[in-house]
Structures are given as C-alpha cells and as structure tokens.
C-alpha cells in the first residue's frame, strides 16, 4: 500500500471507514468474528488471519468452522502462549520468527507466511484478553501498523460491546499464578474455629423408665405425648382377658385344695391313713395359693400406673395398642417439663474434636430463627446405629436457660477447638482417603 499516493489515500481511507463500519454494523459475536478475519483482507492483503479470544482461535480467515486439532490452528495457539508468557503480545506489532521457540519457528514455514503482524485485544483496564494473527508474504509498513493499531480499538469495542461479560484472558504469568498459589497456601493456614451441624432432640433429664411389667399385648393407651399425669394415675392397660381366667381358675383350684385339706383333718382322729394325708394335701393347698397370689399379681400388672409427678413422654399410642410386648420392655417415661436436656447424633464423618464444655446452638425445626444456647456435658467413646442406619456418636448436653418443650426436634451446631482452614475443609476427603487405601 503507498499511502503517498493521493488517490491511493483516499481510497485506502474510504476502505479503512467502511471497515470500521462493517465491524459496528456486526449483530452478533459470530458475524464479528467472520467480519474480524476476512473483511480487511482487501485493505491489508494478508494470506490469511487467525481470531484469538482466551487463547483459542475463534475464527480463521475463509474458514466458516474452525478445526481445534487443525495443525494450523494449533501453531498459532501454541505460539500465541509462548509470546504471551514473554510479555510479548501488550502491544501491536510486527512479530519476528526470532521471538518464537524452535519448533514454531520450524512450523511457521509451512504453516503461515513469515511476515506476522498481531494485533492485540484490550478490555476497558488495557488487558489483553485477545488478538487477531495477521500474516503475509510482504513486510508490514508503518502506515499500515498505524491503521491496525486504530482498528484494533474499534475491534476490542465491538466485542466488548457485543460480549458484555468480562472475557478470560489468554494466561496468567508464572510470577501471578506462583503468587496466586501462595496467597491460596497462606489462607489454608488461617485459623478458624471448626464447627458441625448434627440432628438433636430434646429429651428429659432424670426421667423415670415405665417399663413393661409382663409379657403381653398392650390392650390402650390412657394418656397422650407429654400429658400432666400425677401419682398413681391409670396409664396403659394390657390385654387381661386370659389373665381374669388363669386368676379364676387358680381361685377354683385352690377352693378345691382347701376343701379336700379340711375334709381329711376332720377324719383324721378316726381314719389313721387320712392322717398320713394331712401333710401332703396341706403342701398342696399351699402351692395353689401361690399360683393364685401369682395370678392375681399378673392381673394387677395389667393396669400401669404412673410412678410419680410429670409428663408422659413417647412417640405415639398407636404405635404400642395392639402391639405384643416382652417384660422389661421400654413403654414411655414419666419426666418434670422443667428438667430437660439436649441429645445429639453426631455422624461418624462429621465427627471432630469436642470436649467437655464445648459450646453447642440448637435451632428447632418449629422455631428455626430462635437459638437456644447449651454446653457439650458427655459424649460416647463408642459409635452407634442409629434409626436412620447410620453410625454416630451420642452426645449429651445441658442447657444454659429454660429448655424447650421436651420431644423437640432440630439441629445442633457444635463448636470446637480451632485449627487450620484447609484441615478443616478438607477433613472429609481426607478421612474417605484413609478408609479407602489404609493410610
């Protein structure tokens, strides 16, 4: 191009326009894209151009879809990364083969013409975030580098300006990214107070076990979840049909003993063999009031009474009427509203250090913006099954105020001892790590 030339100006100047307007006319990042590598070919005369953003060619010049594996895409892209690690590509220019590493100093030969001229993208703080790979045969004269450098505002504004979001940019040096590491290792080493959440409830402290007192088939419920219930109030009958009957057959049985004992008494003076009798028939009558007192002590059972003062804590009647039991078997407890404290079933993955005394926040699940305050009291050296089928450990804690209404659930956020941040986040993937290998 001879700029020189008064008429040659003028039409360069009328082209160089009307590419600035074909790039603003642009509705959309793949039509700029296109316009970016093929529209200046007339004005600049370059064999071919390569549209970089991020440090992956976006378009190519007569290419309407770029091949990622292509060996000249490729080239470019790796020889854009070396540049830019050299801080060679801040600034339009000319770029010499002297400046690319061996191996695309050999590809550029067969792969692009030798005289390569790039032309940077900059996004409103001046950052490089892309640029077009201009080359040819012939050498790049200053007018033409200063027409280049006025059209790459032009081309950074049109992208910016369709592409509203901040772009990537091409690499971070190795100075930033060996900066970025440390400021990342730093942080890892930051203190902070190590905290889990847990499902908790509230259960009562010092509550009174109502145990079954036989083996039957619960009959009804006389009480409901955490009722008032005073001494000596009915609670739960069991089913006494075939307890009334043993009790009256024992009655008859032993009426019938004694019967038999008197009648062989009085004939005792005259009949020496209802004498020898006696004995035996007395043991007799004996062993069948033990099965009566026995029978009626079962039929008494039947009927549960409260032990004491409180409420009566369980799930649900429904779950126990109807439902055969065993001695011994656990029905419901009799505890004082006032006397509460918290349980908590830590999972063995979320298990950290706690001691005794550690700060525990229980929000419940009918109250979720309310924080009762609690302190960590006991916690079991043993994990458990739980309902759910999960291992945990048991924890109890106390309150610190008035507890909440016992049966509530919710969740427990326990705090304990501080330690490094990166243990702390990655604890989990460490502890799966040693289950799996056996470190």
Wanted: charge should be neutral; aromatic fraction near 6%; hydrophobic fraction near 45%.
């Amino acid at each position: 191009m001879n700029a020189a030339a008064p008429g040659i100006a003028e039409r360069v100047f009328a082209q160089f326009l009307d590419l600035e307007r074909q790039t603003r006319a642009a509705k959309d990042i793949d039509q700029l894209a296109y316009s970016l590598v093929n529209d200046g070919q007339a004005l600049f005369s370059f064999r071919h151009a390569a549209l970089l953003i991020a440090g992956k060619v976006r378009a190519v010049t007569g290419v309407s879809m770029v091949e990622p594996n292509a060996p000249f895409v490729a080239f470019v892209e790796h020889a854009v990364a070396d540049l830019f690690k050299k801080n060679q590509l801040n600034q339009p220019g000319s770029v010499a083969i002297e400046q690319l590493g061996g191996q695309d100093q050999a590809e550029v030969q067969a792969l692009s013409a030798t005289q390569v001229f790039w032309l940077p993208l900059l996004d409103r703080k001046g950052l490089v975030f892309g640029g077009l790979w201009l080359a040819r045969e012939q050498a790049w004269t200053q007018p033409e580098q200063m027409l280049l450098a006025r059209l790459g505002d032009t081309y950074s504004h049109a992208w910016l300006a369709l592409q509203p979001r901040k772009p990537w940019r091409l690499h971070w040096s190795g100075k930033k990214q060996l900066a970025l590491v440390g400021v990342l290792l730093l942080c890892l080493l930051i203190p902070v107070r190590q905290s889990v959440l847990a499902p908790a409830e509230v259960v009562p402290l010092g509550g009174r076990v109502v145990a079954a007192p036989l083996d039957g088939v619960i009959a009804e419920f006389l009480v409901k979840p955490n009722q008032p219930v005073k001494t000596g109030d009915l609670l739960l009958r069991f089913e006494s049909t075939t307890l009334k009957a043993q009790a009256d057959v024992a009655e008859r049985t032993l009426g019938v003993a004694e019967a038999e004992l008197k009648a062989n008494a009085q004939r005792a003076f005259a009949d020496a063999e209802s004498s020898s009798r006696i004995d035996l028939l007395a043991a007799r009558a004996e062993q069948k009031r033990a099965e009566r007192d026995y029978a009626r002590e079962l039929l008494k059972r039947s009927e549960v009474r409260a032990e004491r003062d409180g409420i009566a804590v369980f799930a649900d009647a429904e779950r126990w009427t109807g439902k055969p039991v065993q001695t011994g078997e656990r029905l419901l407890d009799i505890a004082d509203p006032t006397q509460a404290e918290l349980r908590i079933e830590l999972a063995v993955g979320d298990a950290i250090e706690l001691e005794p005394g550690a700060k525990v926040a229980l929000f419940l699940d009918s109250d979720p913006l309310h924080r009762y305050e609690a302190t960590l009291e006991r916690a079991a050296y043993e994990a458990q099954p739980t309902a759910a089928g999960q291992l945990a450990y048991r924890l109890d804690a106390s309150f610190s105020e008035a507890p909440p209404r016992i049966g509530l659930r919710g969740t427990a956020k326990l705090f304990g001892e501080r330690a490094p941040v990166g243990l702390y986040l990655l604890r989990r993937p460490l502890a799966a790590l040693r289950q799996s290998v056996g470190l």
